[in-house]
């Protein structure tokens, strides 16, 4: 891993302006938190992976570009898909979650993509030169954690269904009501929905095809169509 201060440059301001871990703030506060921070840079291209051990379990990651998987690891190798990082989302909370799971974390890009990651002390530990900086990412840390814990409450609502069949329909549900649309894009390959719905990928394929055959939605990777939307609210 790199040091981000050493492909930063003052146009990247722009960008990170729109990322919501830096909503509200000016050019100056971003800069003088990024250079007191000093964060680490990750740059994965699409398929690469990445695995954190122990000695990052102290940090916050934002994905600046690009979108990536995040699975923790067990010592027996399993992978669990805990959650997908798009442009912009910071995952302030894995911090916790990895320690108190002692398991690897693995970072998948399904797209290019290009993270920084920064001490979870370079927030919680006040500096007075930059302690409005501070404050305002605390606040945009508390509104992205309580976005990600109903992403988490949905994912286990998914989970709960008893069928394969079931458990598409409910993930189906979430991203048609999440993009308002019965035709939407989901951020995973059909091994990562597997993993996703805790499914053997065997089993979803035939659910799939199943529901194509019925007529109840088209798909083509990781774009679907919901052609009768009654079908969602049955479980």
Do not use: W
């Amino acid at each position: 891993m790199e040091r981000y201060l050493d492909y930063f440059r003052e146009e990247h301001l722009d960008v990170l302006m729109q990322k919501k871990l830096f909503s509200g703030m000016t050019h100056d506060e971003i800069k003088s938190f990024i250079f007191f921070a000093k964060p680490l840079y990750v740059k994965l291209y699409e398929g690469q992976s990445l695995q954190l051990e122990y000695e990052y379990f102290n940090m916050m990651g934002l994905v600046i570009s690009g979108a990536m998987h995040v699975f923790s690891v067990s010592y027996d190798g399993n992978r669990t898909l805990m959650r997908s990082m798009k442009n912009g989302e910071a995952g302030g909370v894995l911090c916790s979650l990895i320690d108190y799971r002692r398991y690897l974390i693995e970072l998948v890009a399904y797209q290019d993509a290009e993270m920084i990651m920064f001490s979870a002390d370079a927030v919680f530990q006040t500096e007075g030169t930059i302690v409005v900086p501070q404050h305002k990412i605390l606040v945009n840390i508390i509104q992205s954690q309580r976005e990600m814990y109903l992403d988490m409450a949905e994912h286990l609502a998914i989970l709960s269904q008893r069928t394969v069949r079931t458990k598409i329909l409910r993930f189906l549900r979430y991203y048609s009501e999440m993009n308002n649309s019965l035709e939407f894009k989901v951020p995973y390959t059909r091994e990562g929905l597997a993993d996703y719905l805790a499914v053997d990928r065997a089993s979803l394929s035939r659910s799939l095809g199943a529901m194509r055959d019925e007529g109840v939605i088209e798909f083509d990777r990781g774009s679907f169509k919901v052609l009768e939307e009654d079908k969602l609210y049955d479980n």
